[in-house]
């Protein structure tokens, strides 16, 4: 059985645009919590890969990763993710091989099946370009072959990107890729941070169809996590204001921007609003480090995941370097 000390921790970063703030704000704020997670032992840091959203600026995710790989020395940094049905693999495998050769050992690619954004974004990122989530296996297969040896035979080659092998990871809030990720042995992550509900029966789809590749011998598991730590409960619980609001607005169309803090949802929502707001975020860890631990090592217990990529969004700055601090110090007992 696996202790909360076993496991591999890390930090998935939207890049939240604050209200009155700026993207270029947001974008140097996430290279600040890249360099401070480094420091405190975190594994990896990733970004995703999001279109038509006010509040995260992390659409061109492989140029904001060179920013991060070049502002950091040691932590990994990745996409979670890039999704795929965007574009071309050969695109994604030359972005990737590029970052890769500048930052050997230090890049991963986690992809997605869906397309981050509405369908007439989707229509705006491909023009003529007839990709689509039921191409995901072949474009998969397509990318890593472009990453991988270069064969005789092989008429495009992605340069750089051949024969820089980074690793490839399979990202799902569904079933599908979990079991896709299985059959080609390849390590997952569940979306857990925004659909907890499925993320047993995930994870048991993709362990029952695992089989061992040269990436892999066994599964790997890794779960999304939200995160709001303070020093006490209540002051923990006063931060997660903002993050409800901020699916709040989701669920309603609205703008995602940030919002501040307030002292009581009452009047922000509706009753049947509250409970699908406490259904996507089912799976947060709001609390002192005392409760959080607590929490923590029952979903270890349950899941035996092997690595937990923590999301933190809350509108201040100084409080999300100081959540993820807290955590570390829970992650290392």
């Known amino acids: 059985m696996k202790r909360l000390s076993d496991i591999k921790f890390s930090t998935l970063d939207l890049v939240p645009v604050r209200e009155n703030g700026s993207a270029a704000q947001s974008l140097r704020n996430s290279l600040d919590l890249a360099q401070h997670v480094e420091k405190f032992g975190y594994n990896r840091f990733w970004v995703a890969e999001h279109h038509n959203m006010d509040g995260i600026a992390s659409s061109a995710t492989s ?10 020395s040691t932590i990994r940094v990745g996409s ?13 495998a030359e972005q990737f091989g590029t970052l890769e050769s500048l930052y050997p050992g230090r890049i991963d690619l986690g992809l997605g099946r869906a397309p981050g954004s509405d369908q007439l974004t989707a229509r705006a990122l491909r023009r003529e370009r007839s990709g689509s989530a039921d191409d995901f296996p072949e474009d998969v297969a397509e990318l890593m072959r472009y990453l991988g040896p270069r064969t005789p035979d092989q008429r495009i080659i992605a340069m750089p990107g051949t024969n820089t092998n980074v690793p490839i990871w399979l990202l799902g809030s569904s079933l599908f890729s979990a079991q896709l990720a299985g059959e080609r042995g390849l390590p997952y992550a569940f979306a857990s941070h925004f659909a907890p509900r499925f993320m047993h029966e995930a994870i048991r ?3 029952n169809h695992f089989k061992p590749s040269a990436v892999l011998d066994k599964p790997y598991v890794m779960l ?3 995160l709001v730590a303070a020093d006490t409960d209540e002051q923990a619980d006063y931060l997660a204001t903002s993050v409800f609001q901020r ?3 989701l669920m309603r169309g609205q703008s995602l921007v940030q919002r501040p ?8 929502w509706l009753p049947h609003e509250r409970e699908a707001v406490s259904d996507f975020l089912g799976l947060a860890m709001i609390g002192s480090p005392q409760k959080i631990r607590a929490r923590l090592e029952v979903l270890i217990e349950q899941t035996q995941a092997d690595e937990l990529i923590f999301t933190c969004d809350l509108y201040e700055h100084a409080d999300r370097l100081h959540s993820y601090e807290l955590l570390a110090q829970v992650m290392k007992g």
């Open 80 to 92: 979670g993710g890039v999704m795929l049905p965007n574009h071309a693999p050969l695109v994604i």
């Open 261 to 268: 803090p307030v002292k009581t949802m009452d009047g922000l």
């Open 247 to 249: 699916i709040l607005a």
């Open 205 to 207: 789809v993709y362990r």
């Open 224 to 226: 999304g996590v939200p």
């Open 63 to 72: 140029v904001l990763l060179g920013y991060l790989a070049g502002g950091t």
